[in-house]
T-cell receptor
Framework: KAGVTQTPRYLIKTRGQQVTLSCSPISGHRSVSWYQQTPGQGLQFLFEYFSETQRNKGNFPGRFSGRQFSNSRSEMNVSTLELGDSALYLC????????????FGPGTRLTVL | DQQVKQNSPSLSVQEGRISILNCDYTNSMFDYFLWYKKYPAEGPTFLISISSIKDKNEDGRFTVFLNKSAKHLSLHIVPSQPGDSAVYFCAWGEQGGKLIFGQGTELSVKP
């Protein structure tokens, strides 16, 4: 069974631009969560989608948004990029979310210049 | 808000010996904890989990212990192998697909 895939793997943007990251979950998984990893803050939860609905949201500004499609694929968007948005963005999928273990993709490394 | 703390940023262990990684948490709700391992440039990989209805869960060389009264859990790796060298994250699982992670402990297993 194929794992979680994320595209692109690496991205360089400049301040003020916007970016869209994509995540394809494991086949049959309906829950997709997004996390940001930085050296200072560690792994922080952004939001979770299940059946195209956002069920849970972390403490990030409104510049961070996401969506999920009917095939469970998910995208996250960051508008008006700031230098502090440079991070590894990780996507994780699970069958139904909740207490199920989550399976992570390799991440997208975003660098904002 | 739940907080998860891993107070040791690094741990060095000799091959064949036991590695013990620790994690503390603040709130006692329904407790469900997971341990993940992470190599550089890869996403975290699930290792083992435990819920509050248990105080121990074992999977091969990995055992997790939960002490609810102390709000403390630990991951034991026996015997440790060089391939176990990675960053280990403790995470608290909440309904709605949210994991709250500790800061991680970098384990180095020396041959």
């Amino acid at each position: 069974k194929a794992g979680v895939t994320q595209t692109p793997r690496y991205l360089i943007k400049t301040r003020g631009q916007q970016v869209t990251l994509s995540c394809s979950p494991i086949s049959g998984h309906r829950s997709v969560s997004w996390y940001q990893q930085t050296p200072g803050q560690g792994l922080q939860f952004l939001f979770e989608y299940f059946s195209e609905t956002q069920r849970n949201k972390g403490n990030f500004p409104g510049r961070f948004s996401g969506r999920q499609f009917s095939n469970s694929r998910s995208e996250m968007n960051v508008s008006t990029l700031e230098l502090g948005d440079s991070a590894l963005y990780l996507c994780a999928s699970s069958l139904v979310g909740g207490y199920n273990e989550q399976f992570f993709g390799p991440g997208t490394r975003l660098t904002v210049l | 808000d739940q907080q998860v703390k891993q107070n040791s940023p690094s741990l060095s262990v000799q091959e064949g010996r036991i590695s013990i990684l620790n994690c503390d948490y603040t709130n006692s709700m329904f407790d469900y904890f997971l341990w993940y391992k992470k190599y550089p440039a890869e996403g975290p990989t699930f290792l083992i989990s435990i819920s509050s209805i248990k105080d121990k869960n074992e999977d091969g060389r990995f055992t997790v212990f939960l002490n609810k009264s102390a709000k403390h859990l630990s991951l034991h790796i026996v015997p440790s192998q060089p391939g176990d060298s990675a960053v280990y994250f403790c995470a608290w699982g909440e309904q709605g697909g949210k994991l709250i992670f500790g800061q991680g402990t970098e384990l180095s297993v020396k041959p």
